[in-house]
C-alpha cells in the first residue's frame, strides 16, 4: 500500500511539474542561444547533433528537432518523443537558454539528451529508472566517458543568466535523491 502510496504522489509531484513546463516553455519566443557571445540557432544545434550521432553513436539515432526553453526554465535540456499517426519517430531535443553556455557544457548536455533517444529508440527502453537514469542510461554515458571522456552523466558546470532563475535549493535536493 505504501508503495502505491509514493509511487501516487511521485506521479501527481511529476504532473504539476510537466503542466508548469508547457505553460512556461510556449512563452519563450527565443529562437537561439549563445555560445561564448555568439548566437547559435536550430540549424547550427542539427550540425552538432548529426556530427555527435555520427562520432558517439554510429550514426544510429534517427533526425531530430530542436527547440529552446524560455528562460524562466531552469532546465539545461529536455529529450521527448512521440510518433505520429503513421508510427513514424519524431524527436525533439529542447535546450535550455538560462544559462551562459560554452562548447563543452552545451556538447555534453546534447549527448546527455542524445543518451535518452538511444536508450528510447535504439534500445527500444520506454522506462529506464525514474526521469530516464536508469542502468541503461548509465551504461551507455559510461561507455561514451571510457571510449571519448565525455561526461554526459554529471551535470556541466554552467553559470545562470539570472540567479533568481538558478535551481532551488529544494530541487538540487530532488533531483540528488532521486535522479541517479
Known amino acids: 500500500m505504501l508503495f502505491f502510496l509514493i509511487n501516487f504522489l511521485l506521479l501527481i509531484f511529476f504532473y504539476i511539474f510537466a503542466f508548469k513546463l508547457i505553460n512556461e516553455i510556449y512563452m519563450g519566443k527565443k529562437q537561439h542561444l549563445k555560445i561564448n ?3 547559435i540557432g536550430k ?5 552538432r547533433f548529426t556530427d555527435y550521432n555520427n562520432l558517439y553513436f554510429n550514426g544510429e539515432l534517427n533526425e531530430c528537432n530542436f527547440s ?9 535540456g529536455w529529450y521527448c518523443s512521440k510518433n505520429d ?3 513514424n519517430p519524431k524527436d525533439k531535443i529542447w535546450i535550455g537558454t538560462c544559462v551562459k553556455w560554452d562548447d563543452e557544457s552545451l556538447k555534453q548536455i546534447m549527448i546527455h539528451e542524445m543518451v535518452h533517444m538511444y536508450v528510447y529508440r535504439i534500445k527500444k527502453c520506454k522506462f529506464d529508472g525514474l526521469f530516464g537514469h536508469g542502468k541503461r542510461f ?9 571510449d571519448y571522456g565525455v561526461d554526459a552523466l554529471t551535470l556541466p558546470k554552467v553559470e ?3 540567479k533568481k532563475n538558478s535551481p ?7 533531483l540528488l535523491l532521486f535522479d541517479r
Not at 540549424?43 to 550540425?47: C, N, R
Not at 529552446?68 to 539545461?76: D, G, P
Open 68 to 76: 529552446f526553453f524560455s528562460k524562466n526554465i531552469t532546465y539545461l
Open 168 to 174: 532551488k535549493l529544494w530541487e538540487r535536493i530532488f
Open 138 to 146: 548509465r551504461q551507455k554515458c559510461k561507455q561514451i566517458k571510457n
Open 43 to 47: 540549424e547550427e544545434l542539427k550540425k
Open 85 to 87: 499517426k503513421n508510427d
Open 160 to 162: 545562470f543568466i539570472d
Open 37 to 39: 557571445g555568439i548566437e
